[in-house]
């Protein structure tokens, strides 16, 4: 997904992050209810992706076709992303399924749980324990690797999960069989990915899943690059600044870079925050070379 369809799709997961803290498995499952919806008609996916139709009229056609089958949030979510462009008539379903795996993960981010302590990084220490959204969605991703691993070490497990005549309650059962330990959001997924594995392998599905459940793990770490080692009152000082900043308890990687020469880097997720002397200097020539 590029282009057009991928600004909307960030745009529909930065308005999705409001609810995530109260979003919940139903929420999650009724948005892949819609998207079976849309992918079992290409007339109405390409009505959704009609560059000559209105986001009100794209939203209308939506709001239709769920009246009284799904909830008034989920019927906004989808809504919006019908009212958003989109490049290609497959990729409000790809959003579609983005969008409904993001709120299960974040179901399994909000369960509370034990504290998670960090490993040290390479060259440097970690601190602090990261609260329960790190633990939930390590366990997450834990389970969902479990389930591949099951499944790619079985040719039989395999063609029985592939087997045509086979009913999408028969394999979802023999799915759910293999990963018996699993929490509730592992196992919405991967029957997501049984029912409607959308023309790829399921064990790809839920590789796809997991990497969706891993970089929501990034909100949760700092990765901070010191000039040299932080006493643990400095340490103690940065972790408690950097939960506040971010409201959240993040675990803590520091990693010692002599490059620095002084100051600090702190990449959280996607967001860099640069306070080193060498980034001021390399300012400082940008705005000489004007």
């Given amino acids: 997904m590029a282009g057009v369809s991928s600004e909307s799709l960030t745009t529909a997961l930065a308005e999705l992050e409001v609810q995530l803290p109260t979003g919940s498995l139903a929420l999650a499952q009724e948005l892949f209810g819609v998207l079976g919806a849309v992918d ?8 959704l992706t009609d560059p000559s139709r209105s986001g009100a009229s794209k939203s209308a056609l939506v709001a239709e076709l769920v009246n009284g089958k799904v909830s008034a949030q989920a019927s906004d979510i989808v809504g919006k992303l019908a009212a958003s462009r989109w490049a290609a008539a497959r990729d409000i379903g790809d959003a579609l399924e983005t969008v409904a795996a993001t709120v299960a993960i974040a179901v399994a981010e909000n369960r509370t749980g034990t504290a998670v302590s960090g490993a040290p990084a390479a060259g440097g220490s970690a601190s602090g324990g990261a609260a329960s959204g790190l633990t939930g969605l390590e366990r997450l991703e834990n389970d969902l690797f479990a389930f591949n691993q099951t499944v790619e070490s079985s040719h039989e497990v395999q063609r029985a999960l592939a087997e045509p005549q086979a009913s999408d309650a028969a394999k979802t059962a023999l799915a759910l069989k293999l990963v018996p330990a699993a929490g509730e959001e592992a196992r919405t997924l991967i029957s997501q990915a049984i029912v409607n594995p959308r023309g790829v392998k399921v064990t790809k599905l839920i590789e796809r899943f997991g990497v969706l459940a ?9 990765n901070v690059s010191v000039s040299r080692a932080l006493t643990a009152q400095q340490t103690d000082r940065l972790q408690a600044g950097l939960n506040g ?18 100051g600090v880097r702190v990449r959280v997720g996607d967001e860099v925050v640069d306070a080193s002397v060498i980034s001021r200097l390399g300012e400082l020539r940008r705005q000489l070379a004007g």
Avoid: C, F, H, M
């Avoid at 079992?40 to 009505?47: H, Q």
């Fill in 40 to 47: 079992s008609s290409a007339g109405l996916r390409r009505a």
């Fill in 214 to 222: 891993a970089r929501r793990q990034q909100r949760w770490i700092a």
């Fill in 245 to 262: 900043l971010y409201g959240r308890e993040l675990k803590i990687n520091t990693i010692v870079d002599p490059t620095l020469i002084g």
